[in-house]
Nanobody
């Protein structure tokens, strides 16, 4: 089970840190991803981090502003969001993938088996 927290209302240019707490110790061996869904739009990829933290990848729209990290000792992942823009307004979901194979594309939703319930982020202009 994954539980997100840390969402809220913030002014443009502000910052938020989202957390994703996992109930299982096995989370530490999974790749973790963040996705978001704005009203009336498809859910889209934001960022992922592999189990060791050695590999991270970001959507172009957030690169340089968002940072993904994890603390495996706490079974928790984070999304640090700086320089927030109104277009970042969305429900943010964390997800975990237990898949590992050559050529895997962790920016694809269907690679993730476990999902949180989402947390709302609203950025006012």
């Amino acid at each position: 089970q994954l539980v997100e927290s840390g969402g809220g209302l913030v002014q443009a240019g502000g910052s938020l840190r989202l957390s994703c707490a996992a109930s299982e110790r096995t989370f530490s061996s999974y790749t973790m991803g963040w996705f978001r869904q704005a009203p009336g739009k498809e859910r889209e990829f934001v960022a992922y981090i592999t189990w060791s933290g050695g590999d991270t990848y970001y959507a172009d729209s957030v690169k340089g502003r968002f940072t993904i990290s994890r603390d495996n000792a706490k079974n928790t992942g984070y999304l640090h969001m700086n320089g927030l823009k109104p277009e970042d307004t969305a429900v943010y979901y964390c997800a975990a993938s237990d898949r590992v194979y050559y050529g895997i594309r962790y920016y694809r939703e269907n690679e993730y088996k476990y999902w949180g319930q989402g947390t709302q982020v609203t950025v006012s202009s």
